[in-house]
Structures are given as structure tokens and as C-alpha cells.
T-cell receptor
Framework: GAVVSQHPSWVICKSGTSVKIECRSL??????MFWYRQFPKQSLMLMAT?????????EQGVEKDKFLINHASLTLSTLTVTSAHPEDSSFYIC?????????????FGPGTRLTVL | KNQVEQSPQSLIILEGKNCTLQ??????????LRWYKQDTGRGPVSLTI?????NTKSNGRYTATLDADTKQSSLHITASQLSDSASYIC???????????FGTGTRLKVLA
């Protein structure tokens, strides 16, 4: 149980285009989802927290207009990297939590590798 | 400032050998401490979770210890296998918040 999937697993795009990454909780309802970014040989950095049906809360230094987050349902959150540039190339990981039944446990997705040319 | 430090930064061992990874944390108020294994290009997978009242927790060949007084934790890997090659991340979870505090990880390489 408590499986989180991400799609796509990897994506290559041209500079200036927008890329959407999906995060789904497959067997539980995720009241909260988290988006992380991870650069090579570094640990996960929290970008934003989204609660179903409300606006995402962004960490300091993360541009909310560049990284659009939508958590429209209890099983799906999307991260859209708008007008992507090479410096946005990174490994993006989501996690999901259902506080009601699973407490504070976060379950991580497998990640999405974004390469911007 | 809430912080998690891990050592060593990287480690190379021969297959079959044991190793111990260290984690020091300054997180308050403290709820629990977690160890994750992250394979290259994959998301973190939970190995162990310990609350402040637990001293040790095992998961197969992985054994984690926690000293809440000194705010130190260790992850011991017994009889290492090639598949143990990964990054191991120590994560402290403060109470009263959903935000995890991540360590920078230890990159382990197991050689045949």
C-alpha cells in the first residue's frame, strides 16, 4: 500500500517550453502533497507544499509563477515548470501524505528527471 | 536552526563487509528520525522510522540506532551486497510540522 507514482519518469525539452509533471497517489487519498527538487549529489530540497483544493505554499526562494502547482483532487498533483531554462534541469520528486489515516508519513514518488536543452 | 548532518559523505566497501553510517541532528521539537535508501535516479525508500523513545530498529540487514540524548543516529548495514550501493539519507521530522529535515546523505558504493 501507499504507492506514489510520477509521470513522466524523464523528459527532455527545449528552452522556453513548459513541462508538466504529474504525481499520483495510487491507493490512498493524499490530503497533502510535497514537491522536491534534487540536484546531483545533493539532498532533497522542498519546493512547495500543496493541500487539496487550496493554493500551494512555496518555500523561500522558489518562484511560484515559474513552478505552478495544482492539487485538484485527492489523488493528483501537478507541477508545471513554465518557460523552462537549462538551470531548471534537475530531478523532481513528489511525496504524498494522508494525515487522516497514515499520520505524518510521507510516501515518495520515483522522481522525474527534467533536462532542458 | 533545524539541521541534519551525515558522515561520511561517501564510502566504498567490499561486498560482504559491514559498515556504519552516522547522523547527527539538531531538530527541536523532535518527533522521529528516519533513514531512507535512494538508488540513483529513483525516489527515496523508507528503511526505518524511530521515535525518541526507541533505541534501535531493524529492517533485514539494516539496523538503525537512536540516542535522543546526544541526538545521534546510526545505520548499520550487515553483510553488504552490490545492491546496497545507493545514497542513504537521514531525515529528522520535527513535531508540530509536516516538513522533514533532510541530511545531505552518504553515498555508499559496494564493490565486488
Amino acid at each position: 500500500g501507499a504507492v506514489v507514482s510520477q509521470h513522466p519518469s524523464w523528459v527532455i525539452c527545449k528552452s522556453g517550453t513548459s513541462v508538466k509533471i504529474e504525481c499520483r497517489s495510487l491507493d490512498f487519498q493524499a490530503t497533502t502533497m510535497f514537491w522536491y527538487r534534487q540536484f546531483p549529489k545533493q539532498s532533497l530540497m522542498l519546493m512547495a507544499t500543496s493541500n487539496e483544493g487550496s493554493k500551494a505554499t512555496y518555500e523561500q526562494g522558489v518562484e511560484k509563477d515559474k513552478f505552478l502547482i495544482n492539487h485538484a483532487s485527492l489523488t493528483l498533483s501537478t507541477l508545471t515548470v513554465t518557460s523552462a531554462h537549462p538551470e531548471d534541469s534537475s530531478f523532481y520528486i513528489c511525496s504524498a501524505r494522508d494525515f487522516a489515516s497514515l499520520g505524518s508519513e510521507q510516501f515518495f514518488g520515483p522522481g522525474t528527471r527534467l533536462t532542458v536543452l | 536552526k533545524n539541521q541534519v548532518e551525515q558522515s561520511p559523505q561517501s564510502l566504498i566497501i567490499l561486498e560482504g563487509k559491514n559498515c556504519t553510517l552516522q547522523c547527527n541532528y539538531t531538530v527541536s521539537p523532535f518527533s522521529n528520525l528516519r533513514w531512507y535508501k535512494q538508488d540513483t535516479g529513483r525516489g527515496p525508500v523508507s528503511l526505518t522510522i524511530m521515535t525518541f523513545s526507541e533505541n534501535t530498529k531493524s529492517n533485514g540487514r539494516y539496523t538503525a540506532t537512536l540516542d535522543a540524548d546526544t541526538k545521534q543516529s546510526s545505520l548499520h548495514i550487515t553483510a553488504s551486497q552490490l545492491s546496497d550501493s545507493a545514497s542513504y539519507i537521514c531525515v529528522a521530522a520535527p513535531s508540530g510540522t509536516y516538513k522533514y529535515i533532510f541530511g545531505t546523505g552518504t553515498r555508499l558504493k559496494v564493490l565486488a
